[in-house]
T-cell receptor
Framework: LAKTTQPISMDSYEGQEVNITCSHN???????ITWYQQFPSQGPRFIIQ???TKVTNEVASLFIPADRKSSTLSLPRVSLSDTAVYYC??????????FGKGTTLSVSS | EPEVTQTPSHQVTQMGQEVILRCVPI?????FYWYRQILGQKVEFLVS????????KSEIFDDQFSVERPDGSNFTLKIRSTKLEDSAMYFC???????????????FGPGTRLTVT
């Protein structure tokens, strides 16, 4: 599976939009991109997944350019409760989830 | 909303002892997983389980580890002879289907913190 690279940490203020970009240069045709969120002392929680273009749900948006070598998770108007670690994963049918170190997002007031 | 539950929340054991970590996956899910996370490190895949057999396992999942679905609701992880380096948070997860293009959503439990002394 393609290795992912994302910033180790990001800081934001309440009410701002946060964009976390992940690079996955060697993504294969059958691979999908998925994002998970993890709060301290809790298990990861699925946020969103996509293959290409844009996907939006009630929590976030995921932008994937045509070459699929990167993806951007967009969190609109973050609040203090969005402080967490965000993981970008490249996933393939029939294989396990492989987590990287993720991006620690800190939201302050 | 259905959720994955795990017991105990914290287990302290001495090196060399056997421990069993328990999980109750979401009732209509068919695929079950164990992951672990050493303090301050990334979440690591251990094993996946379907139809009463292991479907995939990582290098971490050696002969000291075993999994079982003893009844229709529980899913357990056994560590036969614990080592200091087994100290970690262990997460159980379940999914309705095997990871496919339609969904890679796995539901994680709250974890069991294992401390080996």
């Amino acid at each position: 599976l393609a290795k992912t690279t994302q910033p180790i940490s990001m800081d934001s203020y309440e009410g701002q939009e946060v964009n976390i970009t992940c690079s996955h240069n060697n993504i294969a045709t059958n691979d999908y991109i998925t994002w998970y969120q993890q709060f301290p002392s809790q298990g990861p929680r699925f946020i969103i997944q996509g293959y290409k273009t844009k996907v939006t749900n009630e929590v976030a948006s995921l932008f994937i350019p045509a070459d699929r070598k990167s993806s951007t998770l967009s969190l609109p108007r973050v609040s203090l409760s969005d402080t967490a670690v965000y993981y970008c994963l490249v996933v393939r049918a029939g294989t396990a989830l492989i987590f990287g170190k993720g991006t620690t997002l800190s939201v302050s007031s | 909303e259905p959720e994955v539950t795990q017991t105990p929340s914290h287990q302290v054991t001495q090196m060399g002892q056997e421990v069993i970590l328990r999980c109750v996956p979401i009732s209509n899910h068919l695929y079950f997983y164990w992951y672990r996370q050493i303090l301050g490190q990334k979440v690591e895949f251990l094993v996946s389980f379907y139809n009463n057999e292991i479907s995939e396992k990582s290098e971490i999942f050696d002969d000291q580890f075993s999994v079982e679905r003893p009844d229709g609701s529980n899913f357990t992880l056994k560590i036969r002879s614990t080592k200091l380096e087994d100290s970690a948070m262990y997460f159980c997860a379940s999914s309705e289907s095997h990871p496919t293009g339609s969904s890679y959503e796995q539901y994680f439990g709250p974890g069991t913190r294992l401390t080996v002394t």
